[in-house]
């Protein structure tokens, strides 16, 4: 059972920055598809990305487009989401997740695509 443990997420005010990490557990971190999402209060849970253990990543969300970053260290089985120029509408609760597989494939921005979830990390941009 992988367990998936995210952190980084706080309040910081438009136009910042923040690093968020997810600490992968309990499984072999290579066999897996890591994913960002984010959760508005009031709205759908929302893909960001994706990326594989080779380095294949999905489009980024539009809006986060040249803002957002996601890496992944494999040897240190963490996935990241680096947050730059912040707007007041990227506040949301962000999930690490974790599919079955070595590469993106067509579910790979569905949230049914994924087999574990992370609790959580709130993000806030104040304006």
């Known amino acids: 059972q992988l367990q998936l443990v995210e952190s980084g997420g706080g309040l910081v005010q438009a136009g910042g920055s923040l690093r968020l990490s997810c600490v992968a557990s309990?499984?072999?971190?290579?066999?897996?598809?890591m994913a960002w999402f984010r959760q508005a209060p009031g709205k759908e849970r929302e893909f960001v990305v994706a990326?594989?253990?080779?380095?294949?990543?999905?489009p980024y969300l539009d809006s986060v487009k040249g803002r957002f970053t996601i890496s992944r260290d494999n040897n240190r089985n963490t996935v990241y989401l680096q947050m730059n120029s912040l707007k007041p509408e990227d506040t949301a609760v962000y999930y690490c997740?974790?599919?079955?597989?070595?590469?993106?494939?067509?579910?790979?921005?569905?949230?049914?695509?994924?087999?574990?979830w992370g609790q959580g990390t709130q993000v806030t941009v104040s304006s």
């Open positions: 997740a974790a599919a079955r597989g070595y590469s993106i494939g067509s579910s790979s921005s569905s949230p049914s695509g994924y087999d574990y």
């Open positions: 309990g499984g072999t971190f290579r066999n897996y598809v």
């Open positions: 990326r594989a253990w080779s380095g294949t990543a999905t």
